[in-house]
């Protein structure tokens, strides 16, 4: 299994990195990275990446990190008369996100000149072909060479999902991919999806046909947001138009 997934990130990393133009955040006392990245509305693992850190527990006030600029903040400044629901309505997003989005909880209470992150917002059509058949809705390439599985061209935000029954086995972030997941069926397949940008099971989780597994982050390699879906059986690669979606 880590075989496998060792391989995988080795693989993907091949892949050539579109450079972005970049701006920088001077860290504040008290900041982490964590709390940068919410700020930027960008995901932890592109920070890491952009500025070649192996420990994001260790970092300074006064460091100067690059943040990449083809990911642009979104605020809004909380009026007189709104509420949590009224703005997720007028920004056609759900209070679920926003509170996610600010660490916010359903007994929150905002004042007026507080300023509020939005989410970005991903593609609002969560139908998914062929009863989940793929893991997300979006221009599908196939990868060739070392690596045989799909790359699949989606929008930010957009709903990830299971194309087949199983146990996670691992769920984490790698440099440049955000989270990657692993499922193993009871069969032995292991199916991966990678680039998420946040994620909804963990390790042990068990999941069907149509679970929702995360949400699309946008990938460094791609420079969009992009998905990455393989399976494996006994160590090799299966196709990812014939394995099972049970």
Known sequence: MQKIIFAFAFILILNNVIIAREQTHLVQRGETLY????????????ILVANRIEDPTRIRAGLNLIIPSNVTRKEYTVQRGDTLYAIARNHSISVNSLLEENN??????????????????????IQVPNRHHWPVVGEMQRLSGKL??????????????????????????????????????????????????????????????????????????????TMFFAVYKDGKPVDVEKAPRL
């Open 35 to 46: 709390s940068i990245s919410r700020m930027y509305n960008i995901s932890l693992d592109k």
């Open 104 to 125: 916010f909880n359903r007994e929150t209470v905002i004042r007026i000149g507080q300023v509020i992150r939005i989410p970005m917002q991903g593609s609002q059509n």
């Open 148 to 225: 045989q599985g799909s790359r699949i061209l989606a929008n930010y935000g957009d709903t990830v999902y299971s194309v087949s029954s199983g146990r996670v086995v691992w769920e984490g972030p790698y440099r440049g991919f955000g989270r990657v997941i692993f499922i193993e069926s009871v069969a032995g397949y292991i199916y991966v999806y990678g680039g998420n940008d946040t994620t909804n099971v963990r390790v042990g989780d068990l999941v069907r046909p149509g679970t929702v597994l995360g949400r699309i982050g946008l990938s460094v390699f791609e420079n969009r947001p």
